[in-house]
């Protein structure tokens, strides 16, 4: 099976090249394409992830850069994983959108039902795979991109200590906390990152618009942020330093998710992720017969996508702290 938005009658140029990755493939940690090095000193277990989507190959091109720079943590663990490797096998630059993942959304499979079930497929086996790894990070960093006009933002699902370290990176400089999607738990929602609780956390980074460079910029940016917060970085590793004068970071709570109940949903007119609605009620798609509706006043609009199949997240509708 393939994404959906293969489909869509799209001209998205891919202005970067595909990471040859070949020689990250066989990993050093007993898991294929995961990379582990420890550092001196005792400390965290940051991990960060590229390729849970096949097709979102601007994460590949940090880790591969940071492993042929020889980034190493200076204290704790630093671990580089490239995830969909099957799906990212079949990436095809004539028609990129085709190879999100194989057979379901490895960003869907993170419960403890799908992960212990039966139930077989690539993304299910390779969410298996990857699962003693994370049973053991302490910080998790997703990177992902955008294939619908937005602006950047981090997702840090519903706990105050992701929104925290969503903050504390802050690039991109708006933290959206949601409770994810109905179809399936994500990586950063896997129960250990979840539970308030523990201190384990995890957030996730739309960088970006897929396939150009300055989303591969600003994954490398936010990847050595969350290295130097957590003091894991090494002095004389090549990093991007941070630029003159970052955005304050803004933090925003989803109000309401809107899945698409019917295969009709369409919005009123093209929206832009990060757009903000001034007024409360104010119509914004039809689902079917069915009104969307802002539910409040200057109403954030959070990666809303055009052409959605009925039961996927159409748009997640936000409120900007102050």
Not at 111 to 129: F, Q
Not at 133 to 150: E, K, R, Y
Not at 189 to 215: C, I, K, M, N, S
Request: glycine share 8%; hydrophobic share 45%; net charge neutral.
């Amino acid at each position: 099976m393939t994404d959906s938005t293969a489909f869509l009658p799209l001209s998205v140029p891919v202005e970067i090249a595909l990471p040859d990755i070949r020689r990250w493939i066989d990993g050093n940690a007993g898991i294929p394409g995961v990379w582990t090095f420890t550092g001196a000193e005792s400390g965290p277990h940051l991990a960060i992830t590229a390729l849970v989507h096949g097709n979102e190959i601007a994460g590949a091109h940090v880790l591969d850069r940071w492993l042929r720079d020889g980034v190493r943590p200076a204290r704790g663990r630093l671990s580089l994983a490239f995830c969909n490797l099957a799906a990212f096998r079949r990436f095809d630059p004539a028609d990129p959108t085709a190879t999100r993942f194989v057979d379901e959304d490895l960003n869907r499979c993170w419960s403890e039902a799908d992960l212990d079930m039966r139930r077989i497929s690539s993304e299910l086996r390779r969410a298996r795979e990857l699962r003693p790894l994370l049973d053991t990070v302490d910080v998790l960093l997703d990177l992902h991109s955008m294939l619908w006009p937005s602006d950047p933002l981090i997702l840090a699902g519903q706990t105050e200590k992701a929104a925290r370290l969503g903050v504390a990176i802050g690039v991109p400089p708006v933290i959206v906390s949601d409770a994810g999607h109905a179809g399936g738990r994500r990586m950063i929602d896997y129960a250990r990152f979840a539970d308030p609780a523990t201190d384990a956390t995890a957030v996730l980074v739309e960088a970006g618009a897929h396939w150009q460079d300055a989303t591969v910029g600003r994954m490398n940016l936010a990847a050595a942020r969350v290295l130097r917060h957590l003091g894991m970085a090494r002095p004389g590793d090549p990093l991007p330093p941070d630029p003159p004068a970052l955005p304050a970071p803004r933090r925003a709570i989803v109000t309401r998710t809107i899945t698409a109940a019917s295969r009709d949903f369409a919005f009123v007119r093209e929206f832009r992720g990060g757009e903000v609605i001034p007024a409360r009620n104010t119509l914004i798609a039809l689902d079917g017969e069915d009104e969307i509706r802002t539910p409040h006043d200057d109403c954030l609009l959070v990666m809303p996508t055009p052409m959605v199949p009925r039961g996927h997240t159409a748009v997640r509708l936000a409120r900007l702290l102050p």
